[in-house]
T-cell receptor, first 112, second 110 residues
Framework: DSGVTQTPKHLITATGQRVTLRCSPR?????VYWYQQSLDQGLQFLIQ???????AKGNILERFSAQQFPDLHSELNLSSLELGDSALYFC???????????FGQGTRLTVV | EDQVTQSPEALRLQEGESSSLNCSYT??????LFWYRQDPGKGPEFLFT???AGEEKEKERLKATLTKKESFLHITAPKPEDSATYLC???????????FGKGTTLSVSS
């Protein structure tokens, strides 16, 4: 158990809809990262938050957004969903002095 | 642009047949190189961090090594339970996101 909790584990929704994925980082970790994993692209970095502030953006679409709350949990919002958004979405967290990231078990999103 | 390339994409071994996985990288200043193991449908599990050329880390049947341009994950006498996808990632600066390769899927048969 990595200590990173993601909910829900599975999500099935229709095209055009909006969903919210939730992540609780390991206790004390200030950084949260979101990644998307699809079969052909591998793990793609989406966005990073540090102590409530956005720190870095990767290949995140404009239809996607995220935030980190004062209790350090984070949410990834995906809107106007398309079939191609079907993927595994992972959250990871890391501490201030440690570079390694610990991953949650992911949310499998299926858009139909 | 930081890039990580892993080879081969897939590797099939017999139990006890040792081999190596390759990770080559280009990054503007390497803070650390990371190896993770991922089982199907699960999150990546941390294995090793390497920080400088010449460094080696070992864990059970796995040994990771690092040069200035690539890293190797050596698997000695693998067992079926070593079957998984092995991911390599680089970090350019402390506190920044890891950039991953596409992974090598290892299958070990008894």
């Amino acid at each position: 158990d990595s200590g990173v909790t993601q909910t829900p584990k599975h999500l099935i929704t229709a095209t055009g809809q909006r969903v919210t994925l939730r992540c609780s980082p390991r206790s004390g970790d200030l950084s949260v990262y979101w990644y998307q994993q699809s079969l052909d692209q591998g793990l793609q970095f989406l966005i990073q938050y540090y102590n409530g502030e956005e720190r870095a953006k990767g290949n995140i679409l404009e239809r996607f957004s995220a935030q980190q709350f004062p209790d350090l949990h984070s949410e990834l919002n995906l809107s106007s969903l398309e079939l191609g958004d079907s993927a595994l979405y992972f959250c990871a967290s890391s501490g201030d002095s440690s570079s390694k990231a610990f991953f949650g078990q992911g949310t499998r999103l299926t858009v139909v | 642009e930081d890039q990580v390339t892993q080879s081969p994409e897939a590797l099939r071994l017999q139990e006890g047949e040792s081999s190596s996985l390759n990770c080559s990288y280009t990054v503007s200043g390497l803070r650390g190189l990371f190896w993770y193991r991922q089982d199907p449908g699960k999150g990546p599990e941390f294995l090793f961090t390497l920080y400088s050329a010449g460094e080696e880390k070992e864990k059970e049947r796995l040994k990771a090594t690092l040069t200035k341009k690539e890293s190797f994950l050596h698997i000695t006498a693998p067992k079926p339970e070593d079957s998984a996808t092995y991911l390599c990632a680089v970090q350019a600066r402390a506190g920044t996101a890891l950039i991953f390769g596409k992974g090598t899927t290892l299958s070990v048969s008894s």
